[in-house]
């Protein structure tokens, strides 16, 4: 079956930090990979996704590259702000005959950004 | 206006009381799902839906039904509810042109008491 581990939280870091959120996964046939954010009170956003291998998702200075070798997609950004305090959802999806299935979803990273 | 809204937003109910939950979308997609969230569970598959004609298990579908009244309608059912379907609950829709990149509503948190 499909499978996404990430790591625990929460991770707090200060304001102008390097961030690093580990995500690893296993899936039958080629997943398409997600990163999913979701602010206090609020539904899942997405952030940034990739298709196939080698290819990398960005967006609002997140970065995210698929490694097939490594079955990876770690979350990365430069310099963190307060704003980015939320929970962050690593998923993937595998197309099946009739289309893509639903998501599968990691637990869930709680970010917490101090100034 | 909100792309996909979810109705309602809470709801208290007792144990073995039948409800639903109902989901409508404006994007004009043909793909809903269902997801419940509990915490350090992350998100969950309830069920899913390729058109009007099409429902599907997904990984958590026991005590749960669904109804696919139109395409941008799409409601879920639990027809005896116990306290451990207290959660929060996502409808979410995509394109199946784009049908990996999916939408979700504003959720709607559920106890069941």
């Known amino acids: 079956g499909n499978s996404v581990t990430q790591m625990e939280g929460p991770v707090t870091l200060s304001e102008e930090a390097f961030l690093t959120i580990n995500c690893t996964y296993t899936?039958?046939?080629?997943?398409?990979l997600f990163w999913y954010v979701q602010y206090p009170g609020e539904g899942l956003q997405l952030l940034l996704k990739?298709?196939?291998?080698?290819d990398k998702g960005s967006n609002k200075g997140f970065e995210a590259t698929y490694r097939k070798e490594t079955t990876s997609f770690h979350l990365e950004k430069g310099s963190v702000q307060v704003s980015d305090s939320a929970v962050y959802f690593c998923a993937l999806t595998v197309y099946s005959g009739g289309g893509a299935d639903g998501l599968t979803f990691g637990k869930g990273t709680h970010l917490i950004i101090q100034p | 206006d909100a792309d996909v809204t979810q109705t309602p937003r809470n709801r208290i109910t007792k144990t073995g009381k039948r409800i639903m939950l109902e989901c409508s979308q404006t994007?004009?997609?043909?793909?809903m799902y269902w997801y419940r969230q509990d915490p350090g569970l992350g998100l969950r598959l309830i069920y899913y839906?390729?058109?009007?004609?099409?429902?599907n298990k997904g990984e958590i579908s026991d005590g749960y039904s669904v109804s696919r009244q139109a395409q941008a309608k799409f409601s879920l059912s639990l027809e005896s509810a116990i306290p451990n379907q207290t959660a929060l609950y996502f409808c979410?829709?995509?394109?199946?042109?784009?049908?990996?990149?999916?939408?979700f509503g504003p959720g709607t948190r559920l106890l069941v008491l």
């Open positions: 839906s390729f058109d009007v004609k099409d429902i």
């Open positions: 994007k004009g997609h043909d793909r």
């Open positions: 990739a298709t196939k291998a080698d």
């Open positions: 979410a829709t995509s394109d199946y042109r784009v049908q990996e990149t999916q939408y």
């Open positions: 899936a039958t046939g080629y997943p398409s």
